[in-house]
C-alpha cells in the first residue's frame, strides 16, 4: 500500500526525469500542478490530484521518450490503481480522467488542440484522439468529470521552466486530508 513517505520517497528518487520532452522534470510539473489547484481553492482531494497526476510515470521503467517510439504508457491508469489502495474517489477519479479530458476539450474546443505542445499532440494520437460523440456523453455522465477538466487545464500549464513553487513537503499536507484512513 502506497503510504505519504513512500509516495514523497518516490518524488524524491525518480521525480527528476524529464517529463516528456518539455522544460520540466516529473517532480517540477506536479508541484506546479498543485500550485495551481492550491491557488484556485481548489478541494484538499483535487490538489492531491493534481500533485499525484502523473505518478504512473514514476511507478513504470518506460524511457521518458516513449510516445515518440509508438508506446502509451498508460500512466493514468497505473496512477489510478496505486492511488485507490490509499485514496478516495476524489483523488483517483480525476487522475484517472486527466487524459479521458484531454481527448473530451479537443472535441469540444478547437483552440485548446492548437495550444497543445508538441509532446502532446503526439501522446493525443497515441491516447485514441478527440472524443467521439459517445465518447463524450459518457465521460460528461462521471461525477469527476468536471475535476478532471479543471485538472488537465491545470496539467497542460504546469510546464514552466524555473518557476519557484513551495515543494512536496508543503502538498503532504492535502495527501494526508484526503487518506481513505488517516488513522492507519
Ligand atoms: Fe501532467
Redesign the pocket.
Known sequence: MPRIDAILKLFHERGHSE?GGEPVTQLE??LQ?ATLAEAEHASPALIAAALL??IG?LLHQLPDDAPDHGVDDVHEELGYRYLSQQFGTGVAEPVRL?VPAKRYLCAINAEYMARLSPPSVMSLALQGGPMSADEMASFEANPFAMDAVRLRKW??E?KVSGLPTPNAEHFAQYLRAALTHPAD
Do not use: E, F, G, K
Open positions: 517529463y510539473h506536479a500542478c497526476h502523473d510515470h486527466h496539467d497542460d504546469a
